[in-house]
């Protein structure tokens, strides 16, 4: 299976910081990473596919980039409702691996 | 507007075989390109994907689990069902389904998850 390694796994940051958050993947994997935003208690929720396609209707402050095997979620303006745990995921080769995810918190 | 729904959180036995239902609206598992598959989540832990079925009846599995699981879809039904036999307590955990599409790979669309118990 390829690995994917998120970090940090932590993150403590204001409203209005911007927050960027990376994963490596084990081997290349093109463009085929997905992040997810999980709010508590609450399904998963697409956020980015193909590495820097933003899902429809999420905020523009989120973006996605990286190619290969290193990946980055950016935050800019952290709002309220951002403070959640973000997941990436490889859609490269099956079993589609999730990385161990990434919690904002506030500070 | 696309809904996906799990059956209702259950408590199996260990050894026992654990039977999920996703009934799914808004779009047609008989149409090109789209998917549905299951990510469980134990309590506090990460996502892990579990098995996907297109509409072509395509299977892929985890590898870990191949094994013990079965996934089967009725498009008439608008329903996908996973199987997971000789369950154990570490596959206590919630139990999500959700819609994928072959070209893109991503879950664009959750269901709000189940809760399933293995306990004696």
């Known amino acids: 299976d390829i690995q994917m390694t998120q970090s940090p796994s932590s993150v403590s940051a204001s409203v209005g910081d911007t927050v960027t958050i990376t994963c490596r993947a084990s081997q290349g994997i093109s463009r085929w990473v997905a992040w997810y935003q999980q709010i508590a208690g609450k399904a998963p929720k697409l956020l980015i596919y193909a590495a820097s396609n933003l899902q429809s209707g999420v905020p523009s402050r989120f973006s996605g980039s990286g190619s290969g095997t290193d990946f980055t979620l950016t935050i800019s303006s952290l709002q309220p409702e951002d403070f959640a745990t973000y997941f990436c995921?490889?859609?490269?080769?099956?079993?589609?691996?999730f990385g161990q995810g990434t919690k904002v918190e506030i500070k | 507007q696309i809904t996906l729904k799990e059956s209702d959180p259950t408590l199996v036995k260990p050894t026992q075989t654990l039977t999920l239902t996703c009934t799914f609206s808004g779009f047609s598992l008989s149409a090109d390109d789209v998917g549905v598959g299951w990510v469980r989540q134990p309590p506090g832990k990460a996502l892990e994907w579990l098995a996907v079925?297109?509409?072509?009846?395509?299977?892929r599995y985890s590898p870990s689990l191949k094994s013990r699981l079965t996934i089967a879809k009725d498009t008439s039904k608008n329903q996908v069902v996973l199987t997971m036999t000789f369950m154990d307590p570490v596959d206590t955990a919630t139990y999500y389904c959700a819609r994928t599409f072959y070209s893109r790979s991503s879950f664009d669309s959750w269901g709000q998850g189940t809760l399933v118990t293995v306990s004696s």
């Open positions: 079925i297109y509409w072509d009846d395509d299977k």
């Open positions: 995921q490889q859609a490269n080769t099956f079993p589609y691996t």
